[in-house]
């Protein structure tokens, strides 16, 4: 019998097979792109975006087996029930039953991390950068009152938005709930919350409200941390006297820390007392952050009656070696040691302990506030600093000596020796170790207050993120002021991280193994299953 005669264009059927092998691919790296955005690792699209190349790239692959279905019925219909059937279908009921198993098992992971963080929540980062901090489960644990987050999401992706507010709700005790909001659909809603634009989360508490403008844990915690203490806080930093700036970035100014005071709802002003000759009333604090040039006997003095009255003070003194001070009095200096018995050693630290003798770093810590929730693994690293020696004061007067130097540590007093390569102890002249390195102190009288440093260096932008830095000076400020229950909320700075692209050898271990050896080992397993076979006949 004459062999059926294929029309011209049977011949490319094959071509549908090639445009479906070519949309699945697609789906494939569509599909580890997300993965990767997920993780983060790729930020060049948007989740959406990825979403909607997965379902084309698939319904094309789904297309072109279906037209060649429809153009080769005869060799479908061999595949699936000629001698091959049996093994192919073995093989698609235990594909399936695998990816039916990995979709229950991560509907169940992601089930059970939500409802239960604390049991099956694992964040492996070096920062923790997946889990909520400490300060922003305690802004979580003082809600007063139910806060419900309102996210607008139009274009945006909802996706870790929703993780994140899962994560506050499911450590809130009830208090936290969310919605999201289309405000291209519902422009009321955005137009009567005073929203515009796209991504931002508003939190109403009560009557109050405040609004997160992205989906980030500082920018949800700031919020947070706005609604429960609604009422202004200001604190003013003393100027006139060399003082680092609050406003220009950079290796000695204070702008981190301002930004900080002020994402906790602080109202960071300057103070020049020569010019204005009075301290504001609103003051909860003043600040005097590493004056180059003495603070003067009439400034002392205002300052002096400011905290007679219950105010504050957060000194900040440098080794008078940094300084232009020479051999002039320091009313400042003379003031916390005649009223407040905190004597400023006319030294600088050398510290053996440390990488750099000239960077004093703290071995232990004193009880109290400040220093109470402070993580034992974050040192306090303060940079050619002076050392402190409490005397007797008042009775009034109660002394919490907050952070010391190691034993292996003096005060030099021989400022030639300490800029010289060889350092020694010398028994006649300087300080022993172990040394204090800041100090609280409070009027239970006048309640006044005094948080003092033998150093400002420490809380300038070079060094607020090394170590506990930061947190420790917000703290002394949020102590300074009678805001305890603000200590600790302070968000935290995500570890940074560079990318060090692989070396030439790691390149070409990477492409052997994904090129060759992975590619090879599916080739060796399928000849060697094709052999056994044809063994058994």
Not at 283 to 288: N, P, S, V, W, Y
Request: glycine share 6%; charged share 15%.
């Amino acid at each position: 019998m004459a062999k059926k005669q294929q029309p011209a264009w049977h011949r490319y059927t094959f071509i549908a097979l090639i445009v479906a092998g070519l949309a699945l691919l697609s789906t494939f790296l569509f599909l580890v792109t997300r993965g990767l955005l997920n993780i983060g690792m790729f930020s060049g699209a948007t989740t959406d975006t990825l979403n909607r190349g997965t379902f084309i790239s698939l319904g094309v692959a789904i297309l072109a087996l279906a037209a060649y279905a429809m153009l080769e019925p005869d060799k479908v219909r061999q595949t699936f029930t000629g001698r091959q059937a049996k093994y192919g279908s073995n093989i698609t009921i235990t594909a399936i039953a695998f990816i039916g198993m990995l979709i229950a098992s991560n509907l169940l992971a992601r089930t059970l991390t939500i409802q239960y963080p604390d049991l099956f929540d694992l964040d492996l980062t070096q920062d923790k950068s997946n889990t909520l901090a400490p300060e922003t489960l305690q802004a979580l644990e003082t809600l007063p009152q139910p806060v419900e987050a309102v996210a607008f999401y139009a274009s945006l992706s909802r996706e870790s938005a929703t993780d994140l507010l899962d994560k506050f709700k499911a450590n809130s005790k009830g208090k936290f709930t969310y919605r999201f909001v289309n405000p291209d659909t519902d422009p009321l809603a955005a137009r009567e919350a005073g929203i515009t634009g796209d991504g931002k989360i508003l939190l109403r508490m009560g009557d109050r409200k405040e609004v997160a403008n992205f989906a980030a844990e500082t920018e949800l915690t700031k919020a947070l941390i706005k609604l429960i203490n609604p009422e202004a806080r200001t604190v003013y930093f003393l100027s006139g006297h060399g003082e680092p700036s609050l406003e220009a970035a950079g290796e000695v100014s204070l702008s981190t820390a301002k930004r900080t005071l002020e994402s906790k709802n602080y109202t960071v002003n300057s103070l020049n007392l020569l010019a204005e000759n009075k301290i504001p009333e609103d003051a909860l604090a003043i600040i005097i952050a590493g004056p180059v040039k003495q603070v003067s006997e009439y400034e002392v003095k205002l300052l002096k009656q400011y905290v007679e009255g219950g105010g504050a003070l957060v000194v900040m003194e440098d080794p008078l070696l940094l300084t232009e001070f020479g051999s002039s009095p320091d009313p400042l200096a003379d003031y916390l040691a005649s009223d407040w018995g905190i004597h400023l050693n006319n030294d600088i630290i050398i510290d053996l302990n440390s990488q750099q003798a000239l960077n004093a770093i703290s071995a232990s810590a004193g009880e109290h506030p400040i220093t109470r929730n402070l993580s034992a693994n974050y040192l306090i690293v303060m940079p050619q600093a002076r050392s402190i020696t409490l005397n007797t004061p008042a009775a009034e007067i109660t002394q919490t000596a907050l952070l010391f130097t190691s034993p292996n540590s003096w005060g030099e007093t021989n400022f030639t020796n300490a800029q010289g390569e060889q350092i020694s102890f010398d028994a006649n002249q300087d300080l022993p170790g172990p040394l204090t390195m800041a100090v609280a102190a409070e009027n239970t009288t006048t309640k006044g207050r005094v948080v003092v440093f033998g150093n400002s260096f420490f809380a300038t932008d070079q060094m607020f993120d090394v170590y506990g830095n930061g947190n420790f000076f917000i703290n002394s400020v949020d102590w300074a002021a009678e805001q305890e229950n603000l200590i600790n909320i302070t968000p935290n700075t995500p570890t940074q991280r560079t990318f060090i692209p692989p070396s030439s050898i790691q390149m070409l271990i990477i492409l052997l193994g994904s090129v060759l050896l992975l590619p090879g080992l599916v080739v060796f397993a399928g000849i060697s299953s094709w052999l056994a076979r044809r063994r058994q006949g």
